[in-house]
């Protein structure tokens, strides 16, 4: 049984020793306050004994200390030892002496050395449970890489190469992720929760700070500091804006972070599921950024107001539809990354004064409707009045006798002047 024992304890001991995420000093300190437990328990103290940890070989040694007393005066046997008993070992020891032996702890019993394996398990979980904590706090916004093990209907479950578990929300995936169990996964790190001593990672793919990551990992001059990533924003899977700066005015700041014909944002872009990615020279000039965040439409002229932090955009007609983009996404990301409201507005050509704007039919037409033209460029009912009816449908998301019933309402006005 002591032979048994014995092998189990050194296996317990290669386990703790092996563990990366916890230095040698705090790992003896926690096995030597482990034994010092169990011998305070047994002896009712533990002051007189050295305990000794040798977590390179796996062992340890524990000694002790008694004072050597008369015969008939010994009292403690833990902390007393009688002089003839003492001068069994040596013969020159005399009372009042410190008397030291070595104590076998594996003679202590099965009990004992269960208490020892469950006190240390215990206590080296929970350091591993702190660094691990500590050290997916320091790394909030840095890319990780796990392998998908688990995929669950609102969640996956990564595992990085620790084994340690990260958690991607449905809501932090890319909406065209798909992946198999065993593939790698990059994101960035988010959050690091610690409930009850359980730290818990979230990760995420949708994040501005994953965009803003990878150009630092995919482009070299933004990593030798020659270009900064100043603003980000994105509709994940769809389409994304990055405004970037250059510190060297003989580097352009978008051609570097392009490449040659898309070479070098490429590996971007497929990473988050070909989102097509606009990059743009950064302004400290708000009505200059505005424009360029607009692009590809071409702005007339621009109204701040910088107080409430709000912008009214004018531009030509043909300009408006390519300013707001499919679905709204361009003048939402503009806003996004300029940090402005904006508001869209068609200049009238002289040829156009007859136009007539669409609010001035809301008795005609719901205003549910006319919002929903006025949302892709159509403010105007000559402009609604220039657009295939096919196309106006699929665009404003309107039923064919809707845009039937605005097309004869819109055609009867001009058709009476």
């Known amino acids: 049984m002591a032979r048994r024992e014995s092998i189990n304890m050194i296996d317990t001991f290669s386990e703790f020793k092996d563990l990366k995420s916890i230095d040698k000093t705090t790992l003896m300190n926690v096995m030597e306050e482990a034994f010092r437990n169990v011998l305070a ?6 002051k007189n004994f050295d305990v000794i940890i ?18 008939d005066e010994l009292e403690n046997p833990n902390t007393e030892v009688s002089l003839s008993e003492a001068r069994k070992i040596d013969e020159d020891y005399e009372i009042g002496e410190e008397f030291t032996d070595t104590v076998d702890f594996l003679s202590f019993g099965r009990r004992a050395i269960l208490t020892l394996r469950q006190t240390l398990s215990s206590k080296i979980l929970d350091l591993q449970k702190d660094g691990l904590y500590r050290r997916y706090s320091e790394m909030v916004g840095q890319v990780v890489s796990g392998e998908l093990y688990q995929v669950w209907k609102n969640e996956m479950l990564l595992l990085d190469e620790d084994g340690n578990e990260l958690y991607l929300p449905k809501t932090e995936q890319i909406p065209s992720d798909f992946y198999r169990k065993g593939d790698s996964v990059k994101a960035v790190v988010t959050l690091v929760e610690n409930n009850n001593g359980n730290p818990k990672i979230f990760v995420s793919r949708t994040s501005p700070v994953f965009l803003e990551r990878l150009f630092e990992l995919e482009i070299p001059e933004i990593q030798e500091g020659l270009i900064t990533v100043k603003r980000v924003a994105r509709i ?25 014909k898309g070479s070098r ?6 990473e988050l599921r070909n989102e097509n990615i606009d990059v743009i020279n950064y302004t400290a000039n708000s009505s200059l950024f505005i424009q360029r965040a607009l692009n590809p439409a071409k702005i007339s002229s621009i109204r701040l107001n910088e107080e409430e932090k709000k912008a009214e955009v004018y531009l030509h007609t043909d300009e408006v539809s390519l300013a707001i983009g499919k679905g709204g996404t361009n003048i939402k990301l503009a806003s996004q990354l300029t940090g402005y409201v904006l508001d869209v507005f068609r200049e009238i050509d002289e040829e156009e004064t007859e136009d007539i704007y669409l609010d001035e039919f809301d008795d005609e037409i719901e205003k549910w409707v006319i919002d929903a033209l006025k949302a892709i460029g159509c ?7 220039a657009i295939p009816k096919e196309e106006l449908m699929s665009r404003a998301d309107l039923k064919e006798e809707t845009v039937n019933e605005i097309m004869t309402i819109l055609k009867a006005e001009f058709e009476e002047e």
């Open 54 to 71: 040798n977590p390179d070989k796996g062992d340890f040694e524990i000694y002790r200390n008694r004072e050597v007393v008369s015969d």
């Open 265 to 270: 944002i490429h590996g971007i872009v497929r």
């Open 41 to 46: 328990k047994m002896f009712g103290t533990d």
């Open 236 to 260: 994940p899977g769809e389409r994304a804006k990055v405004a970037v700066e250059s510190y060297d005015e003989r580097i352009d700041p978008v051609g570097a972070c392009v490449g040659v």
């Open 379 to 385: 403010d105007t009912a000559k402009s609604v009045l």
